[in-house]
């Protein structure tokens, strides 16, 4: 799984500008979006290597979001797992975006490897506080 990479692409659209996420008032693709997508190439570059029942789950995310890109541009999104942890459950990755013009974020991202079921059920309990006890 070291070295493994990912890739993705997308053309920005209305509903990824900064204007239209929250993240601000301009005409430009919003940073959650960007680093939504970022998550989403990482995940998807190791999960053949996952076990079935088993998915990641970020942990988290730093990443620059060094320069604005404008709606209709295309967005290339790349990833490369840089590190596993001794017991394999914690995977650390390098993330990249580039537009038409050049690299417009980079940053790290770490994801946790989980037993699907198990996450979820754990994370509904909390809507039960009778069913934590």
């Keep these: 799984m070291l070295g493994e ?9 209305d509903d990824m500008l900064a204007v239209n996420v929250g993240s601000g008032d301009v005409r430009v ?5 960007m680093i ?7 995940a998807s570059s190791f999960l053949p290597y996952l ?11 730093n990443v620059a979001h060094l320069t604005a890109t404008p709606v209709g541009m295309k967005v290339h999104f790349q990833s490369e797992v ?3 942890s001794d017991n394999g459950k914690m ?7 580039f537009d038409d013009a050049g690299l417009i974020g980079e ?10 079921i198990h996450f979820e059920e754990k994370a509904l309990k909390k809507s039960f ?5």
């Design 5 to 13: 990479k990912g890739q993705s692409r997308l053309t920005v659209k």
């Design 29 to 33: 693709f919003a940073t959650p979006a």
């Design 36 to 42: 939504a997508f970022m998550e989403k190439t990482a």
């Design 51 to 61: 076990e079935d029942g088993y998915t990641s789950v970020g942990t988290q995310v």
């Design 82 to 84: 840089l590190e596993v």
């Design 91 to 97: 995977i650390a990755l390098r993330v990249q975006a």
């Design 107 to 116: 940053g790290t991202h770490k994801r946790a490897i989980v037993k699907r």
């Design 129 to 133: 506080p009778q069913a934590r006890k």
